[in-house]
């Protein structure tokens, strides 16, 4: 019988959090993705190897064919996240073809895809940036959202084209771990930061410099739609149960951004004393970078233009189907305790 949700990429961020929510509702859960996912063994999940970036998605005939026959649903969130290329060319396998396959599976399987993009498909766009808006003229900061832009735009165009299977389109704000590991430094977002602040403090001990805050370039007015991983999984789940939400666009943002003073402070809170702050061009030009301000600024170049957004997104579609409830606002508190476990399990992986 077709009772199973697919989720592609279920090792990762969304895709753990995504899992575990339908495996706690008694779902059976087939997980494709190229690492066990990190949750404990349970009946109701059976693993595939699996690469996206293939066709079949790399499983072999009998698999394939057993996938597409349980098939209810299929979630699609493996992707290729990091910025480390300016150009789309080499994210295409994974972020386009990738997808392009996952629509396949789910047209085999005859079932709804259900597709997460980003809400960054919005590349450089200013001031707001609707469910229904894609293409705008908008320049990318980076490969990675170039490649999410022409992924979800394939899509796009197999809606207009009236494909066999609904389509609905996610597109999560950055998605903050609220449990994370002490791995979580090695991803996109706070945690990395926070990884290379804790780096640069352990540095000052035997430097020249003290163990003031570190100033990080960045408009102190600006903002970040982040959201905490829990809240997007619960999000897609109440999404995926409504057919009336296929062929639909959902941005999932909270209802206010996070300011980059709030995040500050958070931060700060955390390490429980001074440990970073913002300050904008004219700061920099008044006092140079010390030593440890240049090196963290050279760590985290990839990401210094997330640090001066203006974009608002709307969530109308959001609000109409899964209520205002919804991915609430990260508070400063929430935020900061986050922190502290990521600095607890930092400190606990490296104790000896």
């Known amino acids: 019988m077709k009772e199973h949700i697919v989720i592609t990429g279920a090792s990762g961020l969304v895709g753990r959090a995504l899992l575990a929510r339908y495996l706690d509702q008694g779902h059976p859960v087939i997980a494709l993705c190229r690492k066990p996912p990190a949750l404990p063994s349970n009946p109701l999940m059976s693993w595939h190897w699996a690469d996206v970036s293939l066709p079949h998605l790399g499983l072999d005939p009998a698999t394939y064919a057993e996938v597409c026959a349980k098939a209810r649903m299929v979630f699609h969130l493996a992707a290729r996240t990091d910025f480390k290329d300016a150009k789309a060319t080499s994210y295409l396998p994974v972020n386009l073809e990738g997808v392009e396959h996952a629509l396949a599976l789910a047209q085999e399987a005859g079932g709804p895809l259900h597709h997460v993009s980003t809400a960054f498909v919005c590349g450089d766009w200013l001031g707001e940036f ?27 165009r197999a809606m207009a084209t009236a494909t066999p299977v609904p389509i609905t389109v996610y597109r999560p704000g950055i998605v903050v771990e609220r449990n994370p590991s002490a791995a979580s430094g090695k991803t996109f977002g706070p945690f990395l930061f926070l990884d290379a602040v804790v780096r640069l403090r352990e540095m000052a001990a035997t430097d020249d410099v003290g163990p003031s805050a570190l100033r990080v370039l960045g408009n102190r007015l600006a903002h970040l739609p982040l959201v905490f991983d829990d809240a997007v999984a619960e999000a897609l789940v109440r999404l995926a149960a409504k057919p009336e939400s296929a062929g639909l666009v959902f941005q999932l943002v909270a209802p206010q951004p996070v300011g980059n003073i709030l995040l500050e402070d958070a931060f700060n809170e955390a390490f429980g004393q001074p440990a970073a702050r913002f300050a904008d061009e004219d700061a920099f030009s008044r006092q140079p970078a010390n030593s440890l301000e240049a090196l963290l600024a050279r760590k985290t170049t990839p990401y210094a233009a997330y640090l001066d957004l203006s974009v608002r997104f709307t969530r109308h579609n959001l609000d109409a189907f899964a209520g205002t409830d919804s991915l609430p606002t990260p508070t400063r508190a929430e935020l900061a305790k986050a922190f502290r476990a990521f600095l607890a399990a930092r400190t606990q992986r490296s104790a000896p």
């Open 130 to 156: 609707r469910e229904a808006d894609l293409g705008l003229g908008q320049g990318f900061r980076n490969g990675y959202e170039e490649s999410k832009f022409l992924g979800e735009s394939f899509l796009h």
